[in-house]
């Protein structure tokens, strides 16, 4: 079992930036890849980004020059550093948690983005 909390989510204004955190706790040698996802009202969720254990990544298109992931395998957590944000990022951010066996949700942490 892992569990997965997010955090660091709130309200900022558009050209603001915020910092997301994963924290994922039990069994974490398990743990292959975590990412991002994201959904806003009324639409789909969304990938953002994804990072694997051996540090591999990516982010989405509409979403590089201004999203990174990253991690910091001392604290299980991965971090989804989101700078010049605009007010289309304005969603609920999931972290997903991905072992040999099955996935892991997070509750999700609400980003706003002012105009």
């Known amino acids: 079992q892992v569990q997965v909390v997010e955090s660091g989510g709130g309200l900022v204004q558009a050209g603001g930036s915020l910092r997301l955190s994963c924290a994922a706790s039990?069994?974490?040698?398990?743990?292959?890849?975590t990412d991002w996802r994201r959904q806003a009202p009324g639409k789909q969720r969304e990938f953002v980004a994804r990072?694997?254990?051996?540090?591999?990544?990516n982010v989405a298109d509409s979403m590089k020059g201004r999203f990174t992931i990253s991690r910091d395998n001392a604290k299980n957590t991965v971090y989804l550093q989101m700078s010049s944000l605009l007010v289309e990022d304005t969603a609920v951010y999931y972290c997903?948690?991905?072992?040999?066996?099955?996935?892991?949700w997070g509750q999700g942490t609400q980003v706003t983005v002012s105009s």
């Open positions: 997903n948690v991905l072992t040999s066996f099955r996935n892991y």
């Open positions: 990072i694997t254990s051996t540090g591999n990544s």
């Open positions: 039990g069994s974490t040698s398990s743990i292959q890849v």
